[in-house]
C-alpha cells in the first residue's frame, strides 16, 4: 500500500492543529486560575497592611512605615524572612503529618475562591451548589489544624487543634443555617444567583434587610471560624503558648498566616455576596445614569466596576474583624461552645424556620 507524501503532510499537519488546540485550551484554563490567585495573593497583602495601619490608629501609634512608601511591603518582607528561616521538626512528633498539616489548611480555603463571583460573568465555576461547595471545602481546613497538633507532639499543639476542630463544629452548623436561609429567599444556592435576585429589589433588596438576623449570626459564626478574636482560643497565647502553631518555624508557620488571612478575606467575599448585593452599587442618592447607560451599551467597564464594587464592599467589612480584635476580650471555651450551641443554633434554626413560613404563605 503506497501513501502519497502529500497525505502525509496533511497528517501531521491535521496532528499539529489538534495538538494546538489541546494547548491553547489548557492555557485558557490555566489564565483564569492564575489571575485569582494573583489577585487573591496582593488581596492578603493588602488586608496585612489594613490590619497593621487601622491597629495602629486603634491603639495611638505608628504603623509600619519603613518597608516601602506608607509601611506597603512590610507583609512581603516578613514573608520573605520567613522563607529563608530554618524549618524545623519535633523529634518524635509525626513527620508526614506535621508537614501535611499547613499545606491542607491553605489548599482548602484557596478553592473556596473558585465560587466567589466578582462580576455577572466573572466566577471560575458558576455551580448550582456554590455556598454550600464553600461550607464543605473549609471545613476541611480544620482537620489540618488537627493533624498539625497531633503531629508535633507537644499538648500544647494537640490542645490547640482539639480546639479547632470544636469550634469549626460549633460554628459551621449555625453558619450553614444561615445560608440556608438567603437560598430559600433566593430559589438558587449558586452564588451568582442570590446576587442577582438581590439587584431586583435596588439597595432594598439586600439581604441584609431581609435578612438581619441571619447577618448578625454569619458575622459571629465567621468570626468564629477565622479563629479571630474574640474567638482566638485554638491560637491562645496566654494558656497554649501559640496553640497548634507552637512547633512550627519558616515558611510551615507562614503558610498558617497566610491561612488565617485568606479565611478572613473569603468570609468577607461572602458576606458581600450573600447580604450585600455583590457587585450591584445600587445605593440611594447614587446615580450616574449616563455612565451606566454608555457601559449597557458598549461593555467598556462592567468588569472592571464589578471586581471594584465587590472589592469595596469586601474591604469596608473587614474594618468590622479588625476593631473587634483590639475591643473585645477573648472568651473562655466553654463560653465559646455556650454561645454556639445555646444560642446561635436555636436562634439560626428559628430564622429558618421563619424565612420557610414566609416563602410558603407567599406562595
Not at 455556598?131 to 490542645?159: C, D, E, Q, R, T
Not at 502553631?245 to 478572613?264: C, D, H, M, P, R
Not at 461593555?299 to 474583624?321: C, D, M, Q, R, S
Request: aromatic content about 14%; glycine content about 8%.
Amino acid at each position: 500500500m503506497i501513501i502519497d507524501t502529500t497525505e502525509i503532510q496533511d497528517i501531521n499537519s491535521f496532528s499539529r492543529l489538534e495538538f494546538l488546540k489541546e494547548t491553547s485550551g489548557i492555557i485558557w484554563i490555566l489564565i483564569p486560575t492564575f489571575t485569582l490567585v494573583l489577585g487573591i495573593t496582593i488581596g492578603v497583602l493588602v488586608i496585612v497592611w489594613l490590619e497593621r495601619e487601622i491597629s495602629a490608629g486603634i491603639q495611638q501609634r505608628i504603623g509600619p512605615e519603613y518597608a516601602g512608601p506608607w509601611g506597603v511591603l512590610q507583609a512581603l518582607a516578613d514573608g520573605a524572612k520567613l522563607l529563608f528561616k530554618e524549618n524545623l521538626f519535633p523529634s518524635r512528633g509525626d513527620t508526614r503529618l506535621f508537614s501535611i498539616g499547613p499545606s491542607i489548611a491553605v489548599i482548602s480555603i484557596l478553592l473556596s475562591y473558585s465560587v466567589v463571583p466578582f462580576g455577572s460573568h466573572l466566577v471560575l465555576a458558576d455551580l448550582n451548589i456554590g455556598v454550600f461547595l464553600w461550607i464543605a471545602i473549609s471545613s476541611i481546613a480544620p482537620i489540618g489544624l488537627l493533624m498539625s497538633g497531633y503531629g508535633s507532639n507537644n499538648k500544647y499543639s494537640f490542645l490547640g487543634g482539639l480546639r479547632a476542630a470544636a469550634q469549626s463544629i460549633s460554628y459551621e452548623i449555625p453558619l450553614t443555617l444561615c445560608v440556608l436561609s438567603i437560598s430559600l429567599l433566593s430559589n438558587s444556592s449558586s452564588t451568582v444567583d442570590i446576587v442577582e435576585a438581590q439587584s431586583k429589589y435596588g439597595f432594598w433588596g439586600w439581604n441584609l434587610w431581609r435578612q438581619p438576623i441571619g447577618f448578625i449570626i454569619f458575622i459571629i459564626s465567621s468570626l468564629a471560624e477565622c479563629e479571630r478574636l474574640p474567638f482566638d482560643l485554638p491560637e491562645a497565647e496566654e494558656e497554649l503558648v501559640a496553640g497548634y502553631q507552637t512547633e512550627y518555624s519558616g515558611i510551615k508557620f507562614g503558610l498558617f498566616y497566610v491561612a488565617s488571612y485568606l479565611n478572613l478575606l473569603v468570609s468577607s467575599l461572602f458576606v458581600t455576596v450573600l447580604y450585600l448585593g455583590g457587585w450591584n452599587i445600587s445605593i440611594p442618592y447614587i446615580f450616574v445614569s449616563e455612565f451606566f447607560e454608555i457601559n449597557k451599551t458598549y461593555g467598556v467597564f462592567e468588569p472592571t466596576i464589578g471586581i471594584f464594587i465587590t472589592l469595596a464592599k469586601t474591604y469596608l467589612f473587614l474594618f468590622i474583624p479588625i476593631t473587634t480584635r483590639w475591643t473585645l476580650p477573648r472568651l473562655r471555651m466553654d463560653q465559646l461552645l455556650n454561645l454556639g450551641w445555646k444560642f446561635l443554633l436555636p436562634i439560626s434554626l428559628g430564622n429558618l424556620l421563619l424565612t420557610t413560613s414566609s416563602q410558603l404563605f407567599s406562595l
